[in-house]
């Protein structure tokens, strides 16, 4: 699975994708993410160069009908999809792989975010592209040229869609075969719950004792099967 992520912001992704499990999945190629900053595609009036030889590169104007806040321009986003899209074909292509493309542009006003929908997608895709709005939004054209699909990771509005992305990676990347440990892969298909204890038996906290559930120190499977489920983690 191969993550597209077209972003004003490709930074944002360095640390969280640096760490633990994703960190482990991108080293040992059974995911790839890769950044489009809608910013390097910015031409015409506004790109500017100074007279020091510095140059500004303009994403965002006015909204039309007014309001506060600006609006992400159509064409530096249309052009980092499009350059997603053509490294897709070449790199597939020149593999003899098969190919299968998603296009998700995140709104607080799309399609409500779940675990299903990860599973979904991470079976019947092997390219994802995810758009990040910024400021007011993306010009709503984007979403409409490229028959994107909107999302929304819940009923909040963030500052920028990178948090989503980030979301929708970690979620779809524990979907794929061998992202998770075998251990944990296998705890996927157990029952568990949501409720989880370590060593040890007993927590000593400001003079109270704690105890761990009795009935996950019995070693009688099935009883603990009992009490952990009423259903499978997700
Ligand atoms: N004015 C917009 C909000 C823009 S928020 C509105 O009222 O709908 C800026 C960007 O952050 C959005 O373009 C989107 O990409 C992202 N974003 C914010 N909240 C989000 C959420 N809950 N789910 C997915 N993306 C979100």
């Known amino acids: 699975m191969t993550f597209h992520v077209v972003t004003l912001f490709p930074e944002m992704f360095d640390s969280y994708l640096g760490e633990s499990i994703l960190a482990r999945a991108i ?20 790109k500017k160069v100074w007279p020091d030889g510095n140059v500004s590169r303009i994403v965002d104007d006015r909204p039309y009908g007014g309001g506060p806040g600006m609006v992400l321009r159509a064409e530096p986003v249309l052009k980092a999809v499009e350059s997603a899209l053509k490294k897709i074909k070449i790199q597939r292509e020149k ?9 998700i542009n995140f709104s607080p006003s799309g399609k409500k975010f779940a675990t299903d929908y990860a599973k979904k997608t991470a079976k019947k895709y092997t390219d994802v592209i995810l758009i990040c709005g910024r400021y007011e939004g993306i010009d709503s054209r984007v979403a409409k040229i490229l028959r994107a699909e909107d999302i929304s990771i819940g009923d909040y509005v963030l500052t920028g869609g990178e948090v989503p992305a980030m979301v929708l990676i970690d979620s779809m990347s524990r979907q794929i075969e061998g992202v998770l440990g075998k251990f944990e892969s296998l705890e996927e298909e157990r029952v568990s719950s949501s409720e989880f204890y370590t060593r040890p038996e007993v927590l000593e906290y400001k003079g109270k004792k704690h105890r761990v559930p ?3 120190l019995s070693g009688d499977h099935k009883k603990i099967d009992a009490w952990k489920g009423k259903g499978k983690q997700a």
């Open 27 to 46: 080293k040992e190629k059974k995911i790839k993410v890769s950044f489009y900053n809608p910013r390097m595609y910015v031409t015409g009036k506004y």
């Open 95 to 103: 593999r003899k792989e098969k190919y299968e493309i998603k296009i």
């Open 214 to 216: 009795k009935v996950l």
